[in-house]
């Protein structure tokens, strides 16, 4: 019996790899608006399906906000997605903690950890919830100002000068005297505008001040450095800095403005000196050579580092119910091969290991190095904080910069969020 048991088993098993990955539809959410990425997954995509006939890749696209918003609904349906984007976090915590999405640690650790090896331990750590692994990474990012050298010229703006915050203002106040709009805003889907508050309360508390603040220790979110943060935002703000209408500006707008000379700075991603020709008006935007960019500037006083950054930590989540197909596509989109054809094009900061030196356009090269020296990587607040306290962090950010809500109220809201959520 035992003879037999084991020769049914093998039996099975040979039927079973010899049916995998056939017959099955993986569906992929996705929120990409760029065309050159879209162009780099779909050859991915075909390659993939062409290695495994049968199979087929189901991209589905939500516009960025709409991600956000119906995420939530789409995972407890009855027809989820079994693959989507993940900025990791206290948003993936959440969805760890409703069951909805898959724990893909023994996959990561088989085989002597053979998947695992393939990123950066940084990024699969960034996301890892309670001791589980819970996405594939995908990419890592920088956030940092970027900006048109012919426009700082006309205004007289030196960019290695600016140092600090004050210094930052200086320059704003002189590109507006030369009658050119500072700074293309996105206040309208209000995350970018987090960008200032969250890199100006690291410039101000540093990591110990987060830590603490997360830990409910003292003030929490409320303390010193979070409302020195919003003063900070608010003196900005006086100075009317984005374009007129910003409030109802939404990404990626203000890229296209950047990269029709229509402003003279961008606080964006590392992408954007590729990413700015796709959103131009004349299709072409601004010659690379003609973009600078330099690091979010430090606080005077402040106890946060030049060197402390603000970016992603990305990767792709797989729902409870996903096919196997769905994990090994994962780690086929994510293998060296792909990131570095990716990287090679300038599309991404890879999450494997050994790709980014196929990085060509200077900038980016830059901000991948920003990124390997840096001292803390701190992800977007409004996903590290988790759904609920970065929906406020995001509102307040836009109340302080457009003079709606005072610092201490908004350090108060985001403090009564965080101790409502734990």
């Known amino acids: 019996m035992k003879l037999k048991t084991l020769i049914g088993a093998s039996i099975a098993l040979a039927l079973s790899a010899s049916t995998a990955l056939a017959d099955v539809t993986v569906k992929w959410l996705h929120l990409n608006t760029d065309p050159g990425i879209a162009a780099a997954w779909d050859e991915i995509v075909k390659g993939y399906e062409a290695a495994h006939p049968g199979v087929k890749i189901e991209m589905q696209f939500l516009e960025n906000e709409a991600f956000k918003a119906k995420l939530p609904t789409l995972l407890q349906s009855n027809d989820p997605p079994h693959l989507f984007y993940s900025w990791g976090g206290g948003v993936l915590a959440a969805q760890a903690a409703t069951g909805a999405i898959k724990d893909v640690t023994e996959a990561m650790d088989a085989d002597g950890g053979k998947l695992k090896a393939v990123y950066s331990p940084a990024l699969v750590n960034g996301l890892t919830v309670d001791g589980k692994i819970y996405a ?225 356009q200077p900038l980016v090269k830059s901000a991948a190095e920003q990124l390997s020296a840096s001292t803390w990587h701190q992800n977007f607040l409004d996903q590290d904080l988790g759904p609920a306290v970065g929906r406020v962090v995001n509102d307040v950010s836009v109340e302080i910069v457009s003079g709606q809500m005072s610092p201490e109220e908004a350090a108060q809201q985001i403090q009564d969020a965080w101790a409502l959520d734990h």
Not at 140 to 154: A, I, P, Q, R
Not at 302 to 315: C, F, P, Q, S, V
Not at 331 to 351: S, V, W
């Open 136 to 360: 594939v990474p995908y990419q890592t990012g920088l956030v940092s100002f970027y900006y048109n050298k012919k426009l700082f010229e006309k205004a007289g703006v030196d960019a290695a000068s600016i140092k600090t915050w004050d210094d930052f203002l200086a320059a704003v106040k002189k590109l507006k005297d030369a009658g050119i709009t500072p700074i293309a805003g996105g206040g309208g889907d209000k995350w970018p505008i987090h960008f200032y508050w969250g890199y100006l309360a690291m410039r101000e508390g540093g990591k110990a001040a987060f830590d603490a603040a997360k830990a409910s220790e003292g003030d929490g979110f409320k303390s010193e450095a979070f409302v020195k943060a919003g003063q900070d935002l608010a003196a900005l703000g006086k100075l009317e800095p984005f374009q007129q209408g910003y409030l109802g500006t939404k990404w990626p707008i203000p890229v296209g403005m950047f990269a029709d000379g229509k402003a003279a700075m961008l606080l964006g991603f590392d992408t954007t000196p590729v990413q700015q020709h796709t959103q131009a008006a004349d299709g072409k935007g601004l010659d690379e050579a003609d973009i600078g960019s330099f690091p979010f500037p430090e606080v005077t006083g402040g106890a946060g580092k030049l060197t402390d950054t603000m970016g992603g930590i990305n990767g792709w989540v797989l729902t409870k119910n996903a096919p196997p197909e769905a994990l090994d596509f994962a780690a086929y989109l994510t293998n060296k091969e792909n990131q570095t054809m990716m990287a090679g094009k300038d599309l991404i900061i890879p999450a494997a290991v050994g790709a980014a030196g196929a990085i060509n």
